[in-house]
């Protein structure tokens, strides 16, 4: 830690400088997330995960390649109806994916959040998603 000079009013204080506006910086570039590139992120993470392409998604989909493509980049703001139509060609509850995106943003903003998911619930629609989605249903012991 650096200690520099500081006058105010005629009083010379002297204040910390170096390492906490370095930890400050830091965190305030941290919460700069972009929205739309965790969701392409997560839209791809899921697609890749079902072992299918662009193509087969985007045809299921009914939007163009190119578009699905600039969505999963995070180049194209997907409206909501898009969003919807993507994740039911997935086969992935949009809640569910908006909360991995949720998940992923809190992680980029340097807060945690525990899962809310009563096990109850969590237990009883764990089997009713894909299986790279029901485990995070699932609770885990």
């Given at each position: 830690m650096?200690?520099?000079?500081?006058?105010?009013n005629?009083?010379?204080?002297?204040r910390?400088v170096?390492?906490q506006?370095?930890?400050?910086?830091?965190k305030?570039?941290r919460?700069m997330?972009v929205l739309r590139?965790e969701?392409g992120?997560v839209l791809?993470?899921?697609?890749q995960?079902q072992?299918r392409?662009?193509r087969?998604?985007?045809?299921s989909a009914r939007?163009?390649?190119g578009?699905?493509s600039?969505v999963e980049?995070?180049?194209?703001?997907a409206?909501?109806?898009l969003?919807s139509?993507?994740?039911?060609a997935?086969?992935?509850p949009?809640?569910?994916?908006?909360?991995e995106?949720?998940d992923r943003?809190?992680?980029?903003?340097?807060i945690?959040?525990?899962d809310t998911?009563?096990?109850?619930?969590?237990?009883?629609?764990?089997?009713?998603y894909?299986?790279e989605?029901?485990k995070?249903?699932?609770?885990?012991?």
């Amino acid at each position: 830690m650096v200690k520099q000079p500081v006058s105010v009013n005629g009083v010379v204080r002297w204040r910390d400088v170096g390492l906490q506006s370095e930890v400050r910086r830091e965190k305030e570039e941290r919460k700069m997330v972009v929205l739309r590139h965790e969701i392409g992120d997560v839209l791809r993470d899921v697609r890749q995960r079902q072992g299918r392409t662009l193509r087969e998604v985007s045809h299921s989909a009914r939007v163009s390649l190119g578009y699905l493509s600039e969505v999963e980049r995070g180049q194209k703001e997907a409206s909501s109806e898009l969003l919807s139509s993507i994740c039911s060609a997935l086969e992935v509850p949009l809640s569910l994916m908006l909360r991995e995106v949720s998940d992923r943003v809190a992680i980029a903003e340097g807060i945690t959040i525990p899962d809310t998911v009563p096990v109850d619930l969590a237990s009883e629609f764990a089997g009713e998603y894909p299986m790279e989605l029901g485990k995070r249903l699932a609770p885990s012991h």
